[in-house]
């Protein structure tokens, strides 16, 4: 409760400025997307701007009645649509609890906009969303 609480008014603050800088300086908090069968949203947040190496995205993960999934498998592929291509290195994937789970390290060799492919399975249900981030 205490973490939707926060989750909450997170999405209420203003989001910090952000720098130019190449090591993240500011928190993007308050995104969200929902899967493609409308089962899950998921709220994200992350270092912005997301460096090339060693980054990594926190995601809370909501069932459409708003309370936190845990026992999800959680897989997250980066891709890079303007150059058709991945990375060379998957993030781990690791559940905290209360539907959080963080993805790390984000190896993100270009500069550029990077689509997070995120697969959602519990058992025999696969639910899928994508979060575009940029990358300086």
Not at 77 to 83: C, G, L, N, R, S
Not at 123 to 135: L, R, T
């Amino acid at each position: 409760m205490r973490r939707l609480l926060l989750l909450f008014f997170l999405a209420l603050a203003p989001l910090p400025a952000c720098q130019t800088s190449s090591v993240g300086t500011g928190i993007v908090t308050g995104k969200t997307v929902t899967t493609d069968d409308a089962l899950y949203q998921i709220a994200w947040s992350a270092v912005d701007p997301l460096p090339r190496s060693g980054g990594k995205i926190d995601l809370y993960v909501t069932d459409k009645s708003g309370q936190p999934s845990d026992g999800l498998t959680v897989e997250v592929v980066p891709w890079m649509p303007a150059m058709g291509h991945g990375a060379s290195v998957y993030p781990t994937v690791s559940a905290l609890g209360a539907g959080h789970y963080v993805a790390q390290p984000l190896e993100l060799s270009m500069a550029g906009t990077w689509q997070l492919r995120i697969k959602l399975t519990k058992g025999a249900q696969e639910s899928h969303a994508a979060i575009d981030v940029d990358v300086p």
